[in-house]
């Protein structure tokens, strides 16, 4: 667990998804969807193990940092779970492209 100071003072504490699954508080993940300002990247890092292990299907917003649109692919694939990725839009803005990973098998 950690703690983050927001700029108006608030402490807020925090978990990774690793955490909530190795301590029983999440049997399993299947969906992951992210789009937290630019978090994305750190977020995925903190569910590495869970990533590993459940193989979820993700959602992740990539227009909050340019470069997460090569970060993110690379750090997914990097992963070696088998992970296909496919960038998308549900809107005519480009800057709410999506990608979307999932492993063969999943729907």
Do not use: W
Request: net charge negative.
């Amino acid at each position: 667990m950690t703690t983050a100071r927001l700029p108006s003072d608030m402490e807020v504490s925090t978990v990774t998804i690793n955490h909530c699954v190795e301590h029983g508080e999440l049997p399993r993940v299947s969906y992951i969807e992210l789009d937290i300002e630019g978090s994305e990247l750190r977020a995925l890092h903190g569910a590495e193990k869970t990533l590993r292990r459940c193989r979820p299907a993700l959602a992740i917003a990539l227009y909050h940092r340019l470069q997460d649109l090569v970060d993110i692919p690379e750090y997914l694939a990097g992963l070696d779970v088998g992970y296909r990725l496919l960038l998308g839009r549900f809107t005519i803005h480009a800057e709410e492209t999506i990608l979307f990973a999932t492993v063969d098998g999943q729907r």
